[in-house]
C-alpha cells in the first residue's frame, strides 16, 4: 500500500522527500496529518497535538561568528516554534537535540542550551528532553515543537478566490545575511531580525478566530513559500510586486525571494478581513497585515507589477528545505 | 520559580543539563514527565504520549565505512524507537531531520531517509515528518520518536529489594566498534548487532504486563545506564559480574562497560519473575531473560566478583550523554 505523496512546492530539494514518502504506508487514525504542511497533527482530545521538527547547522542555516551561542540557541527554538505557530498552535514543549564541535569544550554547550531553554520558555513552553553529543566540527541543533490546537490552519485549504494576506515586514534578515556574506556588518535591526525572529502564535491565532482559511510561515521567502501553499492547496497564486510589504531600507526584490523573516502569509476568503480587521490587527500586535494578492485557479504563483506578470526568481534557500 | 534537576546518573556530560534545567520553569500540568527519563510524557486519553529524541553523528555514534547509508537510517531510527520501548510505550511515528554534507549529493540522503523510513513501518509506526539540509560536513542525524502507553515503566520507580534484569546478551556491539577502531573486521554478528539494534517493543510491554517496576534501555552501557536508574529512583544497584549475560564469545567486562546494546535493563520486585517466567520469556521472544543484581538502599552502583566488591570502570561513551 502506498500513499500520495506530500504535495510540496517546486525545488529538487522536495524530490528526494517525495520519492521516498511515495512508497511509504499511510499512517493509522491516530494520525490526523503527516508530512507535507508545516506540523504533523496527532488527534488528542477535541483537538490536536502539532509536532515539527527543524534543523539549524553552522555554516548553512548560521554562522556563529555573526551572533553569539544564546542566539544561536534562541534562534533555533523561534524557527522551530514558528512552525506551530504556522498552525495556529499553542507551544506546549520543546526537545533539543544538539552537537558541539569536540574541541569546543561544554560550555559551548552550555551557552547554547541556555538560549534554546530562554526562548522556550519565552514562547510560553516548557523543555522537556533532548540530546547532546559532541562529535562533529559544527554547531546542529534540531528542536522538536510540540503544541496543541484546535482548529489548525492548513497549507492546503486555501481556495479560489482567496485573499492573500502578510504579517509584519519582509527582507530584514536576508538583508543581514546578504550584508554578513558580503564582509559586511549588517543594521542593527537587520541582524536582530535574523537572530530574534518573532514567532506570531498569538497572531495566527487571531487570524485563525477571524476567518483565515490557511497559512504558512515565510522561511524559505515569500515567493517559494507561496509556492508550498498553492501545491497543497492544488491552486495558483498571484501576488503584486507593488504590495509586498518590505521593511524600511529593503527592496522588494529582497523581501520577496529572501528567508528567515517567519511572518505568516495567510489567505483568507475575499472580503473577511476588513479595513477594520487590519486596523484591529495592526493596533493589537504593533505590525501590519497586508494584502499581497490573491488565489486564483491552476497552479504555481505568479507576480504581477503594474498589471503585467514578471519573471521572479525564487532562489529560496541552500539547504535541501523543510519537509514539515 | 526552579525545579528539581533531573536525576541524571554520575557524568560530567550530565552536569551541562542539570546546571541548566535547575533554572527552568516547572511545565504545566499536560506534561506528565520532563526531562531525565528515556522520554517525556504528555497526558492523552486514558494514558500518555511518549516522545524522546536521539541524535546520531557521523564520526561520534558511527562511521560511515563501517556500513551502508541506509544501515545509517535505519539504527538512528531503531535507537530512538528503542527509548519507547524502555518505557513500555507502542511506537507510533518518527520525525526525522538529516543533514549531509554538500559534496555528497542528493543520493547519499535519498539512501538514508529510505532506511529511516524501513526502520520505522518495520517497528509499527509511520513517518509524519522531518527536515533535510546539506550544510555541515558530516552526516546527522536526528530522530523524534513518538509513541503511546497507558502504564509506562520508569526510571525512578525501581525500589530496595527489586531484582536486576536484563534481556538479551551483552557486549557484541561494542565488540563490533572496538575492532573497527582497531582496524580491524568484526565478527558478522557482531556487525550487525551495532547496525541493527533491536528495539525492545514488544518485550518491554511483556515485562511491564508481568509487573516490572522499572526499565531502561542500554545505551551508554550496563554500569553506566545502571547508574541513571539507581540516581532516578534514589537507590543503590548491585551487579554479580558472573551473571553478566555476555555475547559468545564476548569479555564480561565489555559487556558490562561497552554500551551500544540497545537491551533492556530492568527492575522488579524480587520473586515477582520466576524460573517460569524467564522461560516463557525466552520461549515467546528467542532472547534470555538474566538476573543479575538487585536494587538496595543507598546509593551508585556497585559490581560484586565472587561475592568481592571490584573497581568497574564505566567509560561509557564519547558523547555528551542521553537527556532523554
Same mark, same amino acid.
Given at each position: ?6 504535495? !510540496?512546492?517546486? &525545488?529538487?530539494?522536495? @524530490? ?7 512508497? *511509504? ?14 506540523? %504533523? ?5 477535541? &483537538? ?6 527543524? !534543523?539549524?547547522?553552522? &555554516?548553512?542555516?548560521?554562522?556563529? @561568528? ?26 506546549? %514543549?520543546? !526537545? ?6 569536540? /574541541? ?24 522537556? &528532553?533532548?540530546?547532546?553529543?559532541? *562529535?562533529?566540527?559544527? $554547531?546542529?541543533?534540531?528542536? /522538536? ?26 527582507? %530584514?534578515?536576508? *538583508? *543581514? ?39 504558512? @510561515? ?11 501553499? %498553492?501545491?497543497?492547496?492544488? $491552486? ?52 501590519? !497585515? ?35
Amino acid at each position: 500500500m502506498s500513499r500520495t505523496p506530500p504535495p !510540496l512546492g517546486p &525545488g529538487g530539494e522536495f @524530490d528526494i522527500i517525495r520519492r521516498v514518502l511515495k512508497d *511509504a504506508t499511510p499512517p493509522g487514525p491516530e494520525i490526523a496529518l503527516g508530512s507535507g504542511d508545516d506540523c %504533523a497533527l496527532i488527534r488528542h482530545g477535541d &483537538g490536536f497535538l502539532a509536532l515539527s521538527v527543524d !534543523l539549524s547547522v553552522e &555554516g548553512g542555516h548560521f554562522v556563529s @561568528d555573526w551572533g553569539t551561542p544564546e542566539l544561536i540557541g534562541e534562534r533555533a527554538v523561534r524557527i522551530a516554534i514558528s512552525d506551530l505557530a504556522a498552525m495556529s498552535a499553542e507551544p506546549l %514543549a520543546t !526537545l533539543v537535540s544538539l552537537n558541539t564541535p569536540r /574541541t569546543a569544550g561544554s560550555g559551548l554547550a552550555e551557552r547554547i542550551f541556555r538560549g534554546c531553554l530562554a526562548a522556550t520558555e519565552a514562547c510560553g513552553a516548557a523543555h522537556i &528532553g533532548g540530546d547532546l553529543s559532541h *562529535a562533529a566540527d559544527a $554547531i546542529v541543533i534540531d528542536v /522538536t515543537a510540540l503544541g496543541k490546537v484546535v482548529e489548525p490552519l492548513l497549507r492546503s485549504t486555501a481556495r479560489p478566490g482567496d485573499a492573500l494576506w502578510v504579517t509584519g515586514r519582509l527582507g %530584514a534578515a536576508a *538583508a *543581514a545575511v546578504r550584508a554578513w556574506k558580503a564582509g559586511g556588518k549588517p543594521k542593527d535591526r537587520w541582524r536582530r531580525r535574523f537572530w530574534e525572529p518573532p514567532p506570531r502564535i498569538e497572531e495566527a491565532r487571531w487570524l485563525a478566530r477571524a476567518g483565515a482559511s490557511a497559512a504558512i @510561515d515565510l522561511s524559505d521567502g515569500l515567493l517559494a513559500d507561496s509556492g508550498h501553499i %498553492a501545491a497543497a492547496s492544488g $491552486i495558483g497564486l498571484e501576488i503584486d510586486w507593488e504590495a509586498v510589504p518590505a521593511a524600511p531600507e529593503i527592496e522588494t526584490e529582497i523581501a520577496l525571494a529572501g528567508g528567515e523573516d517567519y511572518e505568516l502569509l495567510v489567505a483568507a476568503p475575499r472580503d473577511i478581513f476588513t479595513d477594520d480587521t487590519t486596523a484591529e490587527f495592526e493596533l493589537t500586535f504593533g505590525v501590519p !497585515l497586508t494584502r499581497v494578492g490573491r488565489a486564483v485557479s491552476g497552479s504555481g504563483v505568479r507576480v504581477f507589477r503594474a498589471g503585467q506578470e514578471i519573471e521572479a526568481a525564487s532562489p529560496g534557500f541552500d539547504h535541501f528545505g523543510d519537509e514539515g
